[in-house]
Every structure is written in structure tokens, then in C-alpha cells.
């Protein structure tokens, strides 16, 4: 693609991007065009079923779709594979552009660093690592890796790019913790929050279309909207359902795609909880409508996970104005700002009785769930609106280039 003389080039590598449903595909992309104002951006990135490899212009961000397999991931084996002709296919390409100014990479598959690392040294060129989670410890706490020996492996891995990043981004100060305990300088780490859209997500009326096409105007609906993996700790909010047979207008809502959809389902079947409705993923670009329709949304995060992942969808929860009930560790991120910006309430995850007794308050109108949800709009504007941390990055891109000049 050709490049536009005088401005600074950056390459970027994650295997998800648009049209990924991924949090980390959406996520970059919306980076990655936003800093295409300033940068000559090239992305190479993994190939989904519903696009071609090859290389494409989109939105002024060259796009190279390298041509690794797409199999489910939710069988660990298959999604390694995945991540492995990623790798080295990404590897390989990255080595064949231009010199970058800067290299940046976010942590999907978790050892993607290294190849950027490889890149980075190769060209003399700073490296920055947006640690989306902090691995391998995350597998290790959903009990997904238990081999010491591969934990040990995959360790090294991790330790090899971490050591060699000029900058490492963490999504929370909690993280932040976790990453200087591996080693990280805390001179070297710069915390930048995951993001909401303030316009492209408004507050909306529950009273809106996808509400009335699903039935959901006259309900008071409780909602997970995103992920449906290992990390979100569903099985509570299932369970909690059952608490509530009584609440005739009650519905719980989940929403989205992931590894443990089908598992969650069947539990759902096994329990006979009737409140639990499932609705497969939303297009991202009219989230806005489902976010909406909720009464209040459920963020929940696995036990022991806090600063080891930060989930993202917290931040369109509160670009939507609606207010949330977090079912997670007191020290993780989304539990400490719900705490401290006032826009829910905090229950221990795990604790399925004790989240259903909050969802209960919030039915019978223990809370003022408008002030909550106004709250948390006003803090995302200010705080973790998209230009807010686009700009932040800007601000680190500027550092690292100004120190290798």
C-alpha cells in the first residue's frame, strides 16, 4: 500500500480485527483508525471465516489478513493451533514491511509480543504491548493450563517480550500490580483503560425497537452482554434466577457468543431456569438498542481473577447510562469504579443467593437506577470515552518514538 511521505509508520499486530466479534477486534480497530490520522498504520492480523486473506485499505488502515486457521475455539488444542500458524505466518509478514517507527502489539494470543519483539529488534524500532490480560496466569486460575511445564513455557514467553517493551499498556491499576510483579518496571508501564463510544452508544429509551421485537418493553430485564466464556463466572447469574420463580415479570438476558454458550444453556435446562433467555451476539454497531433495554446489566469476573483480565464491557454499560451490579473480587477494577464512581453495587463473585438479593433491591426500587446509570455516563465521558484513550495513547506513541530519536 503506499505510504504518505513524512508521516511516522506503525505496525501492529493482534490475530482479532474487524470484522472479529472479539472484544480485542473491535477495540483495536477503533484504535487503529483513529490513529491513522496521525500514523501510516499497517495491521496484520488473523483471517476469520467470513473474510479472505489477503491485504485491503479499510478505513485508512492497511489491513493484511494472513492466512492462519480459524478453527472453534473452544477446545483449548484447536484454539492453540490458531494462535500458533498465527504466529508464525504474522512473524514472517511483519518482517517483509517497511521499517516501522514503532511497533505495537496487544496480547491476543498471549504470546504475539514475542513476534513483535522479534520485529521491533529487527527494524530498531520501539516496542509498545497493550496487555488485554495477564498470561499465563489467567489460564492458570480458569483452570485451562495445569502443566507445569507448559506453564512454565508459556511464562517464559510471556517474560521474554515483557522485558523488551519500551512501554507496556495495562487496561487497570490492578493489572498494573500484577504485570510489576512479573518483572515489568513500573518506570516502563502506563495504565490506559479500555473504552466506550459516548456517541456511537446514547442513552436510549427502554421503549425501543429491539426491546419491542423481543418482548422485552413491559419486563424488567437483567443483562449480560458480551462474552460468554470461562472468565464471567455466568454460572451465578443462572443460579441467582432461580431465586426469583416469584418475580413474574422478571427476565434474565444473555447475551453474546463464547466457549461455554453451549454448557451455560444446558445448565440453564437442568436448573429449569425460566427467567434465563439467551440471544446470540449483537452487531456492534447497533449495541446501542440492546444495552438500552435493560433495567440493569451484571458484570461478573471468576474468583482470583482481578487484574488478571478487566472486562470490557463494562465501559458501553455505562456509555448506555444504564447501572450495573458487579459480581467480582473488591480488589478488580470494575468493583473498585462501581465503588467509586456510585453507578451499582458490588456483590462477591461466586455468591449466586447474594446476587440475586441485589437484584431483588434493584426490582422493588431500592436504588435509584437512573442516578447510577447518570453517573456512569458522566464518569465515561470524562474518563473512558474513546477519544480520551486514544489520546492517551497518542501521548505514549509521541514517548517512545521522542526516546529512540
Known sequence: M??????????????????GVEATANLLTELCEELARDYDVTVVTGSPRARASGRALENGVDVIRVRSTAYDRR???????????YFALTLLESLRQPRPDVVLCMTDPPFIGDAAAVVARRFRAPLVV???????EIAVELERLDNPLVVAALGALVRYYLERADRVVAIGETMQRRLE???????????????????????????????????????????HFGNVGHAQNLDALIRASTFMRDLDDLVVTIIGTGARHEELV??????????????????????????ATADVHVVGLGRGLAGYIVPSRMWGILAAARPVIVAADEESETARLVRRVGCGVVVPPGRPELLAREIRAA????????????????????????????ERYRAVLREVQAARA
Open 2 to 19: 503506499p505510504q504518505n511521505a513524512g508521516r511516522p509508520r506503525l505496525l501492529v499486530l493482534n490475530q482479532y480485527y474487524r470484522p
Open 75 to 85: 477446545r483449548l488444542s484447536r484454539r492453540a493451533l490458531n494462535y500458533a500458524t
Open 130 to 136: 497493550i496487555s488485554q490480560d495477564v498470561f499465563p
Open 181 to 223: 510483579a512479573k518483572g515489568v518496571p513500573p518506570e516502563r508501564i502506563r495504565v490506559i483503560s479500555n473504552w466506550g463510544d459516548a456517541q456511537a452508544i446514547e442513552p436510549l429509551s427502554r421503549d425501543n425497537p429491539w426491546a419491542r421485537e423481543h418482548g422485552l418493553v413491559e419486563s424488567f430485564v437483567v443483562m
Open 266 to 291: 444446558a445448565l440453564a435446562e437442568r436448573l429449569e431456569a425460566d427467567k434465563v433467555r439467551f440471544f446470540p451476539y449483537q452487531p456492534y454497531e447497533t449495541r446501542a438498542q440492546p444495552l
Open 363 to 390: 426490582h422493588v426500587g431500592a436504588y435509584d437506577l437512573e442516578e447510577m446509570g447518570r453517573r456512569g455516563r458522566e464518569f465515561l465521558v470524562a474518563e473512558a470515552d474513546r477519544r480520551v484513550a486514544v
